[in-house]
Each structure stands twice: as structure tokens, then as C-alpha cells.
T-cell receptor, first 112, second 116 residues
């Protein structure tokens, strides 16, 4: 079974600073996809960024980037220039089949 | 807004009631999903429908009964629930069920269910 571990239940960062959320996963697959989803308070979950395992280059979307270490099975999310609107639950998800396996999430609070 | 809507947004029901959750997607997707989100636990996949056929049922108790009449609509029929079934129920859709472009899932806002 594929498992996804997010070891940081809660994190806090000041506005304009950089924060990194960690995620590790366990799989025997060689080709798969990884995602970070964001769930703001009382709002819909939205996709932040995705990474395909066969691509060596780390994905980047504006202020969001990942550090994908395939051998270590690590997939961390870096948020640069944090904004108040980044306050949310962040879920790492692994996909190699019919559906996504999610981690328990990291609650990120961005403070002024 | 992600193009996926869910109704109702909040539901309180007794253990003997029968109710249904509705999900609708306006994205032209072919796959739809039900997830259960409980506090302090990962999202749990409940059901997957692809082209209106159920392709996965993750050992969900029979008191939860899904229905997918067409590729735009998904229902979750509830009956004789237990208090531990209280959770946020999320619906999602994707273009298909393989490959990242197809598996990128769009979520609805969820239905907050409380079973008393």
C-alpha cells in the first residue's frame, strides 16, 4: 500500500518569509504523480502544484515550488514570499492508480 | 470556484434518517469521486466512478450507497448512519482516471454531515 506522511501537523510563518512543508511517501512504483493541494478555511480544496516522477526538474508555480527527491521519496513544498491568503491546510497526495492517497495535512498559518 | 458544486453544504441527521448528498460538476469530466474527511485523518477515498461505472469501492459500509446517473452528477445516499460517520464529505471530478492530466482532481466545497 502506498502511504503518504506529512510530519508537520502545524506550521507558522511570517508574511513575506519562506516556508517549507515536508512530505514523504512510500511506493514500489517507478512512474507516478505527486500533488500538493491547498484547503483554505471553509473553502474548496484546490491544486497548488504537481510533479511527475519521471521528470527530474522540480515543478514551479509562481511562489510555489517543490523539492522532489525520488530516491529519498521526498516531495517538499516551498512557499516563497508568504502571503496571508496562504493560510490553509496543505495536503500532499500520491497517485499511481485509480485515485489519490493523501497525507494527514499540514496546517499553515501566515502571520502579519 | 472549481466547477464542482455540492448540496447541501450542511446536514444534520438522526441515525434512523435517510438523506442524500448531491454533487454536480460543470467541467465536462468523466470521472467522479467521493471522499470522507475526518479531523486528524487523511482523506479517505470512498467511491470512484468512471464514465458512470463504479470502478472502486473502498470497503465502505453499505449504509453509504453511491449513484452516478450521468457523468455530471453523483449522489451519496445515506441511511442508518452512525455518529462516527460525522465528517466532511467531499466530491471531486477529473477528466479521467489515468495520467496526471486526467487524474488532476477538482474538489467541491463539501457537505458537513453531523449524525446525532
Amino acid at each position: 500500500a502506498q502511504t503518504v506522511t506529512q510530519s508537520q501537523p502545524e506550521m507558522s510563518v511570517q508574511e513575506a518569509e519562506t516556508v517549507t512543508l515536508s512530505c514523504t511517501y512510500d511506493t514500489s512504483e517507478s512512474n507516478y504523480y505527486l500533488f500538493w493541494y491547498k484547503q483554505p478555511p471553509s473553502r474548496q480544496m484546490i491544486l497548488v502544484i504537481r510533479q511527475e516522477a519521471y521528470k527530474q526538474q522540480n515543478a514551479t508555480e509562481n511562489r510555489f515550488s517543490v523539492n522532489f527527491q525520488k530516491a529519498a521519496k521526498s516531495f517538499s513544498l516551498k512557499i516563497s514570499d508568504s502571503q496571508l491568503g496562504d493560510t490553509a491546510m496543505y495536503f500532499c497526495a500520491f497517485d499511481s492508480g485509480y485515485a489519490l492517497n493523501f497525507g494527514k495535512g499540514t496546517s499553515l498559518l501566515v502571520t502579519p | 470556484e472549481t466547477g464542482v458544486t455540492q448540496t447541501p453544504r450542511h446536514l444534520v441527521m438522526g441515525m434512523t434518517n435517510k438523506k442524500s448528498l448531491k454533487c454536480e460538476q460543470h467541467l465536462g469530466h468523466n470521472a467522479m469521486y467521493w471522499y470522507k474527511q475526518s479531523a486528524k485523518k487523511p482523506l479517505e477515498l470512498m467511491f470512484v466512478y468512471s464514465l458512470e461505472e463504479r470502478v472502486e469501492n473502498n470497503s465502505v459500509p453499505s449504509r453509504f450507497s453511491p449513484e452516478c446517473p450521468n457523468s455530471s452528477h453523483l449522489f451519496l445516499h445515506l441511511h442508518t448512519l452512525q455518529p462516527e460517520d460525522s465528517a466532511l464529505y467531499l466530491c471531486a471530478s477529473s477528466q479521467g482516471t489515468s495520467g496526471a492530466n486526467f487524474r488532476e482532481q477538482y474538489f467541491g466545497p463539501g457537505t458537513r454531515l453531523t449524525v446525532t
